[in-house]
């Protein structure tokens, strides 16, 4: 979440940012905008050490903000929302383009081509999944959350969440810091399960469950063949963030 009044102060140099935002808001309300409808009250620290409500908003609030002030100092944002979009709506209309992109997105962060193909791979298997899902009775996003879940403890023994605990990750994507074996059997487990639902013709939530523990357990038992053979977990706390500089202290 982020401070509204924040924002307004940078973008703006109003010598009020607050009396600035409640003119704004004021205005945008007059004219039927959605965009206040993003904002909530939340208790933030101030100058003086006390907390006081504050309209705050999500990103996607924060920017929908941004598009209302006028500032030369928001335009670079604009610019950029509007570079963003663009370029989303040529993904949508040639997919291929959205494929080239996350490759070299993944290739600046310095992963591996080896690595970038398991990863490349496990997405179009995941998005095949998906769209079983929806097509069988999926259409929640609590219901992807819960069938994911299922399959991830089918294979690993533990949620995603629990998987991001043991790897230091917070809103990082779990995937990203998987390494090869990680994702070799997440592709395994989710793979399976929807050659389950296909094969079974499965339908509704509950029907899907049962698929997902068992694609899972499939990739789950592989899994644990191969931890007996190397004789160490598959399971890894290693990650792919960016490693910390030892700073060193002047005595």
């Given at each position: 979440?982020?401070?509204?009044?924040?924002?307004?102060?940078?973008?703006?140099?109003?010598?009020?940012?607050?009396?600035?935002?409640?003119?704004?808001?004021?205005?945008?309300?007059?004219?039927?905008?959605?965009?206040?409808?993003?904002?909530?009250?939340?208790?933030?620290?101030?100058?003086?050490?006390?907390?006081?409500?504050?309209?705050?908003?999500?990103?996607?609030?924060?920017?929908?903000?941004?598009?209302?002030?006028?500032?030369?100092?928001?335009?670079?944002?604009?610019?950029?929302?509007?570079?963003?979009?663009?370029?989303?709506?040529?993904?949508?209309?040639?997919?291929?383009?959205?494929?080239?992109?996350?490759?070299?997105?993944?290739?600046?962060?310095?992963?591996?081509?080896?690595?970038?193909?398991?990863?490349?791979?496990?997405?179009?298997?995941?998005?095949?999944l998906t769209d079983e899902w929806q097509k069988r009775g999926a259409n929640e996003q609590k219901d992807y959350e819960i069938l994911t879940a299922e399959i991830s403890k089918a294979i690993f023994g533990i949620t995603p969440s629990e998987y991001k605990k043991v790897k230091g990750l917070k809103r990082e994507n779990l995937r990203d810091?998987?390494?090869?074996?990680?994702?070799?059997?997440?592709?395994?487990?989710?793979?399976?399960?929807?050659?389950?639902?296909?094969?079974?013709?499965?339908?509704?939530?509950?029907?899907?469950?049962?698929?997902?523990?068992?694609?899972?357990?499939?990739?789950?038992?592989?899994?644990?063949?191969?931890?007996?053979?190397?004789?160490?977990?598959?399971?890894?706390?290693?990650?792919?963030?960016?490693?910390?500089?030892?700073?060193?202290?002047?005595?």
């Amino acid at each position: 979440w982020f401070s509204v009044v924040d924002v307004c102060e940078v973008l703006t140099d109003s010598v009020d940012a607050g009396a600035y935002w409640r003119k704004l808001k004021q205005r945008l309300k007059e004219e039927g905008s959605e965009v206040v409808t993003f904002c909530h009250g939340l208790k933030l620290e101030s100058s003086d050490d006390k907390r006081y409500i504050t309209d705050c908003s999500n990103t996607e609030g924060i920017f929908r903000i941004i598009q209302s002030i006028p500032s030369p100092k928001a335009e670079p944002f604009k610019r950029w929302l509007a570079k963003v979009g663009y370029e989303r709506v040529q993904e949508i209309e040639n997919p291929e383009i959205a494929t080239k992109r996350t490759r070299m997105l993944y290739k600046l962060k310095g992963y591996s081509d080896d690595w970038i193909e398991k990863r490349m791979r496990g997405i179009a298997i995941r998005e095949e999944l998906t769209d079983e899902w929806q097509k069988r009775g999926a259409n929640e996003q609590k219901d992807y959350e819960i069938l994911t879940a299922e399959i991830s403890k089918a294979i690993f023994g533990i949620t995603p969440s629990e998987y991001k605990k043991v790897k230091g990750l917070k809103r990082e994507n779990l995937r990203d810091h998987m390494d090869d074996f990680e994702l070799i059997f997440t592709m395994l487990g989710e793979r399976s399960t929807t050659e389950i639902h296909k094969t079974e013709n499965s339908g509704g939530v509950s029907k899907l469950t049962q698929d997902a523990k068992r694609g899972g357990r499939i990739a789950g038992i592989a899994k644990e063949q191969l931890e007996k053979e190397i004789g160490r977990p598959v399971v890894s706390k290693n990650n792919f963030l960016p490693k910390k500089k030892n700073v060193k202290k002047l005595k």
